[in-house]
């Protein structure tokens, strides 16, 4: 069945450094991608998605990366700040864009 | 509303107890989805809806579990005779399209069964 993983369960940086978070995904039939961020009591926040006919997209002060040849998705959080601090998840979707996520990493920001 | 809308927001209950959840989704929201999400997990697909179709249920854990959403609105999550194992976070998700892209998520209702 499908596994979406995340290589680091916990990503710790200072404030102002660039954040790269990992997930890697095992369905190859996958074509779109999400981003989540949640904080502590609330429900994921969407950041960004990509489709699969796309290899990166940008946002403000995130981008998104997608490498289909390796299954492989990463999260880059430009110039972090405290309140980037969450757990984020990646997820994916095919067909019916049903979202199945990963376990999550939790990003620590130090001021 | 402005965004996803649970209710309650906690609720405690007792093991063989009933239990409903409730989700009002983003005004004209066609999809909506129910996922459970446990301590230091991600959140776990349980059912879909698109307007008042039930397309998708294989998430659900066992025949406990009943969602209903009939007027392609307000959805509802049941959970009969309750155990400790369903214990979670339920949270639900409403997207504009038929296809759930950039699906928004309410708080959550933190069920715990005692």
């Known amino acids: 069945g499908e596994s979406v993983g995340l290589h680091l369960p916990t990503l710790s940086v200072q404030e102002g450094d660039n954040s790269i978070i990992n997930c890697a995904y095992s369905?190859?039939?996958?074509?779109?991608f999400i981003w989540y961020k949640q904080e502590s009591g609330k429900g994921p926040q969407f950041i960004i998605d990509?489709?699969?006919?796309?290899d990166k997209r940008q946002g403000q002060r995130v981008t998104v990366l997608l490498n289909k040849t390796v299954k492989h998705l990463s999260l880059q959080i430009a110039a972090t700040q405290p309140g980037d601090s969450a757990v984020y998840f990646c997820?994916?979707?095919?067909?019916?864009?049903?979202?199945?996520f990963g376990r999550g990493t939790s990003l620590i920001v130090h001021p | 509303g402005a965004g996803v809308s649970q209710s309650p927001r906690y609720k405690v209950a007792k093991r063989g107890q009933d239990v409903a959840l409730r989700c009002d989704p983003i005004?004209?929201?066609?999809?909506l989805f129910w996922y459970q999400q446990a301590l230091g997990q991600g959140p776990e697909f349980l059912t879909y809806?698109?307007?008042?179709?039930?397309?998708?249920k294989s998430g659900l854990p066992s025949d406990r579990f009943f969602a209903e959403r009939p007027e392609g609105s307000v959805s509802t999550l049941k959970i009969q005779r309750t155990q400790q194992e369903d214990s979670a976070v339920y949270l639900c998700?409403?997207?504009?399209?038929?296809?759930?892209?950039?699906?928004?998520f309410g708080q959550g209702t933190r069920l715990t069964v005692v």
């Open positions: 997820a994916t979707s095919w067909g019916s864009y049903i979202p199945t």
């Open positions: 369905n190859s039939a996958s074509d779109y």
């Open positions: 990509i489709r699969s006919n796309m």
């Open positions: 005004s004209g929201h066609v999809s």
């Open positions: 809806f698109q307007n008042e179709a039930q397309l998708d």
């Open positions: 998700a409403s997207s504009s399209d038929r296809v759930g892209t950039e699906a928004f």
